[in-house]
C-alpha cells in the first residue's frame, strides 16, 4: 500500500491542501498572544486587613488566626502564608492548579464573611481580598511627579483616579500606590493642656466622633410639595474642628484650637517612595495570576491618555518599569533563532544532493510545517512565548529529517535509472512505513511530559504539545505534499567525479567491517557508555531552571530593628543613590512603610537592555552588592526576576528554607542558630531571615490595684495609648468622590521619647484625671517586628541566593548536611519552599521521567515491528547521546536543569531515529531479498548513511542557533542547544558502530533461543 500514491498522481489537489495549511497556520499566527512562559500560575489569593497601631501580636492572634481557620476550610487550598507586622496583616492563599481564581474568591469572600464575628470591632473596614500574587515581580510601575502640587494631592489623584480606572483593567490583580497616603485631617493635641482643664484624650475623641457626621434626616411630605432635610452636618475643612467645643469652663466654651491644632494631612505619615532619586507617588501594578502581562500592559498604557486627562494637568505620569520590553526582546531573539534554524537546516540538504532542486522541497515542506503548528496552536489556546517557539525551533532539526528521508529516497531511484514519477511512487511507498514509525516513536518521547502532573507538567505541556503537531504535521507533508514536488522537480543528474561523500562512504564501509570483525569490542564500549551515563547524572550539577536576565531586579533593604521612620528614611535614599549611579540602571523605583515594617524599603529596578550594558543582572547584583554593603546602617538584599516564581511568600532573596513550629519560643531559639549556620556555608550568599525579634517595645506593668481603686480599667489606659500614639482614625468624612479620616494623635514633639508618658493623663470615671505614669510602669524590652505564620502555625523563611558558579542542587545537599550538624530538635519542621521546594520534587522525578520515555518509546516500536528484539536494537542508540549530552554540558559549566533534561529526552526521539533507518531496511532486505543479517545491516550503513548525515546534521545545526545564542533570553535556551548538539554529535559518531553490531548480536541470540525452542525439552 502505497499512502503518497494519490497525491503524487493529482498535484493541483496536493498542492491546494498545502496552501489551506499555510494560509490557516498564518492566519492563527497573527492571533497568537506574546508571553514569556506558558500560563503556569497557581491561582492565589492576597488577603489584607489593617488596624492602625496595633502590634504585630495582636494583629497576628486577633485577626490573622480567625481568617486562617476559615480559610483552611476551602477545598483546594495547597499552601496559607501570612505576615503581621504593626497595623497589618496579609495572608497569602496559593489554590491547586485545577482550581477557578475567580471561585476560588467567592469561596474567600465568604470565609471572610464568616470569620466578621470572630474579628476584632474596631477594624477600620473589613478584610480585603485582591487576586494577585504578593511575591510576584509588578509588570508595570508608574511614577507621579508634580513641580507645583504637595505628594498628597498628588497621591490623591493616583489612588481615587488612575488607581481605580486601573484596577478595572481586565487582567490587573493589584494596584498599589506608594509613597503617600490618603489625605487627611490630623489633630494634634497637648495632653498637659488637655489635663490642665480636666479632660483627657477620650474626651478629644469622642468630641471629633460627634462633630461631623453624615446621616439620614427624613423629608416633609406635603400635599403639593416634599422638602428633604440637609444639614451643614459635616466639618469638610480642618480650621472649622479648631472651633470645636470640648467642654464650658464657668460658661466659657474650651474649643480645640486651645489645647491643639487641626490641619490638613495625610493618614500616615511614615511613608515614602522615590524614583531615580526623586519623591514620586508610584503606582505599583500587578496581575492577575495567568493573566498575559503583554495584553495587560498593553490594556493600561491604551487607557492612559484618557484618565491622565481627568487628574490635574501639573502632574506628570510616566512609565518607571515595563516588564514587556524585555519580554518582546526575547521572543524576538528566539524568533530570529528560528529562522537561522530554518536556514541551515535547507543548506544541509543542498550540501549533500548539490541540487537547487532537491533542496527546493524540503524548503517548502519545513515553513509549512512550521506554520501549520500556528494553527493547532491556536486552536489549543496557546501563546508565542519561550518554550513554544524553542519547540519549533529544535523541531526543524526533526521536521526537516521527514522530508530529507523521502527526498533521499526518490533521489537514490533516480540515481539508478527510474523516471521521476516512477522514483517518487517507488521511494515513498519504500519509505512510508519508515516515517510512520518515526513519527510514531518521537511521539511516543512526549507521552511522560503529556502526562506530567504539577506545575512542571503544565510548563512542558505546551511545550511538548506544539513539538508534537509540528512533527505530525510534518508527516503529513512528508507523505503528500514532499513526494509530489519530487516527482516533478528532481532530475536525473550524471557526475562522473567522486564526492566528498563518497569517499566518505567508501571510509566507512572499510571501517565498519573490521567492527563488525570485532564485535565483543564494540560491545564493550557501549556498556561503558551506559556505565559512564550513570556516573556524569550523579556528578553533574542539577538545578531547576536556567537562572534568567530579565532586566529586571527586586531589593528588600533592612535597617536596624528599632530606627525610626526618619533615619531609615535617609538611609534609604543614601542605598537609592549607589543604586542610580550603577551604569547597567535604567529605572529604580523604591518605597518605605506603607504595609511593611518601619525598617523595612522595597526596590523594583529596570536595567538597560541587554545590548546597552556588558554585565549580566547576576554580575550587577554582585558589584551592587559590593557598592550597597559600604553604606552604613542598612542591608540591601537583590535578586534577578524570574519568568518562574513558585510560592506565594516574598522573601529577601531567591531560594526559600523554612523552620516551622508550634511553639513561637522555640523557633525564636533555634532559627537564629540556623541562620548563623547557613551564613557560613561557601555555596550560599545573602542569607536573611524574615524573623525580626530585636525591635523595642515599651512594655507596661498595670498597677492592677490602684487602677481599681481610681475606677480606671486597663481598656481605659489602652484607649489612652492608642488616642496618643496609635494615629488613630476617630471620624470619616463623605465626598461625592471618596473618603477621608480625621486621626488623632498628641502633638510629635510629645511623641518621640519615652519621658512623654510622663505627660499622658487617664481620665477617671468620677472626672479626675490620673497620670498614666501612676498607673503603668514602662520597661524597654525586645519584641517581634513581625510574625509569620505557614500552614496557620508559626514559622521563620530563611532566604538564600547562590554563589557564583554553584547549583542549586549543591546548595541543597550543603544545607541538608549543616541542618544534620546542627541537630534541629524535633518539633521543628525544616522543608524548603517556592522554586527550591519545586527542585526537590522534580529531582525524584528526573530518572522516572526519562525511563517512562524509554518504556514508551520501546511499546510503540515493539508494536509496529512485531518484536521483543528490534526496540533494543533501535534503543541502544541512546547511551552515548546521554553520555554527549552530559559531557556538553559539563565542558561549558551549565547545570543539569529541566530545561537541558528535556534536551536529553528529545535526543530519545532524534537518535534512534537513526537506529530506525537502518533496522526498517535490514529487515525488509532480509525478508524481500534473502539476504543474510550480516549482508542485510552492512547493506542498509552503506544505503543509509546519506539520509544518517543529513537529518543528524540538520538536528545539529536546527539546535546550533540555541546553543550559541546570546540574545535577550538565550540563557533559558541555551541548555536545550548544548544537550542535544553535544548528545548528536557523540551518538553519531559512535552509534553508526555499535547499532550494526547490537543488530547482529541479537539477531544471534533470537535465532538461538528459536533452534532451543525447537529441539524442545
Partial sequence: MNLSGPFIRRPIATSLLAVAILLGGATAYTQLPVAPLPD????????????????????????????????????????????????????????????????????????????????????PSRPTYRKVNPADAPILILSLTSKTLPLAQVYDAANNVLAQKVAQVQGVGQVFVGGGQQPAIRVQVNPQALAGVGLGLEDVRTALEQASVDRPKGLLNGPEQSLVFGANDQLLEARAYEDIVLATNAGAPLRLRDVGRAFDSVENVRVAAWTNGERTISLIIRRQPGANIIEVIERVKALLPSITQAISPAIDVRVALDRSSSIRASVADVKRTLVLSVVLVVLVVFAFLHSVRATLIPSVAVPLALIGTFGVMFL?????????????????????????????????????????????????????????????????????LLLMGGIVGRIFREFAVTLSVAIAVSAVVSLTLTPMMASRLLRPEHRRRATLFERVQRT????????????????????ATIVL?????????????????????????????????????????????????????????????????????????????????????????????????????????????????IGGRLSRTQYQYSLQDQDLGTLQTWAPRMLDTLRKLPELRDVASDQQVNGLQLMGTIDRDTASRLGITPAAIDQALYDAFGQRQVATLFTPTTQYRVVLEVDPAQAAYPEALQDLFVKAPSGAVVPLSTLVRFQPEPMLLSVNHQGQFPAVTLSFNLAPGVALGQAVNAIHRA????????????????????????????????????????????????????PLTILSTLPSAGVGALLALLLFRMELTLIALIGIILLIGIVKKNGILLVDFALEAERGQGLSA?????????????????????????????????????????????????GLVLSQLLTLFTTPVVYLELDRLAKRRAATRRKGP
Fill in 508 to 527: 566507512y564501509d572499510r571501517a565498519l567491517g573490521a567492527v563488525l570483525d570485532h564485535p565483543t569490542l564494540t560491545l564493550l564500549v557501549l556498556a
Fill in 934 to 982: 550480516r549482508e542485510a545491516i552492512r547493506g542498509a550503513c552503506r544505503v543509509r548513511l546519506r539520509p544518517i548525515l543529513m537529518t543528524t546534521l540538520a538536528a545539529i545545526l536546527g539546535g546550533l542557533p540555541l546553543a550559541l545564542g546570546q540574545g535577550a533570553g538565550s540563557e533559558f535556551r541555551r541548555p536545550l542547544g548544548i544537550a542535544i548538539v553535544g
Fill in 380 to 448: 489549543c489556546g496557546y501563546s508565542l512565548d519561550n518554550l513554544s517557539l524553542m519547540a519549533l525551533t529544535i523541531s526543524t532539526g526533526f521536521v526537516i529529517d521527514d522530508a530529507i528521508v523521502v527526498t533521499e529516497n526518490v533521489a537514490r531511484y533516480i540515481e539508478e535509472g527510474d523516471t521521476p514519477l516512477q522514483a517518487a511512487l517507488r521511494g515513498s511507498r519504500q519509505i512510508g512505513f519508515t516515517i510512520l514509525s518515526i513519527t510514531a516513536s518521537l511521539l511516543a518521547v512526549f507521552i511522560p
Fill in 819 to 870: 541542618q544534620a550538624e546542627l541537630g534541629l530538635p524535633a518539633s521543628i519542621t525544616a522543608s524548603f519552599q517556592g522554586t527550591a521546594q519545586l527542585f526537590t520534587e522534580s529531582l525524584r522525578n528526573e530518572p522516572y521521567l526519562v525511563l517512562a520515555a524509554l518504556v514508551a518509546v520501546y511499546i510503540v516500536l515493539g508494536i509496529l515491528y512485531e518484536s521483543y528484539v528490534h
Fill in 533 to 645: 551515563n550513570l556516573y556524569l547524572y550523579v556528578a553533574i550539577p542539577k538545578g531547576l531552571f536556567p537562572q534568567q536576565d530579565t532586566g529586571n531586579l527586586t531589593g528588600i533593604s533592612d535597617g536596624p530593628q528599632d530606627i525610626s521612620f526618619p533615619a531609615m528614611k535617609a538611609r534609604q535614599e543614601a542605598a537609592n543613590a549607589v543604586i542610580r549611579r550603577h551604569p547597567a540602571v535604567h529605572n529604580a523605583t523604591s518605597f518605605i512603610g506603607g504595609t511593611s515594617t518601619l525598617n523595612s524599603g522595597n526596590a523594583f529596578i529596570e536595567l538597560k537592555p541587554r545590548g546597552e550594558r556588558t554585565q549580566s543582572a547576576d554580575q550587577v547584583i554582585a558589584e551592587l552588592r559590593a557598592q550597597l554593603s559600604r553604606v552604613p546602617g542598612i542591608q540591601v538584599f537583590l535578586q534577578s526576576v524570574q519568568d518562574v516564581r
Fill in 40 to 123: 503556569v500560575d497557581f491561582p492565589t489569593i492576597n488577603v489584607t486587613a489593617a488596624l492602625p497601631g496595633a502590634s504585630p501580636e495582636i494583629m497576628a492572634s486577633a485577626v490573622a488566626t480567625p481568617l486562617e481557620r476559615r480559610f483552611g476550610r476551602i477545598a483546594g487550598i495547597n499552601e496559607i502564608t501570612s505576615t503581621s507586622t504593626t497595623g497589618n496583616t496579609s495572608i497569602t492563599l496559593q489554590f491547586d492548579l485545577s482550581r477557578d481564581v475567580d471561585s476560588a474568591g467567592r469561596d474567600v469572600q465568604a470565609a471572610i464573611n464568616a470569620a466578621g464575628g470572630d474579628l476584632p470591632t474596631n477594624l
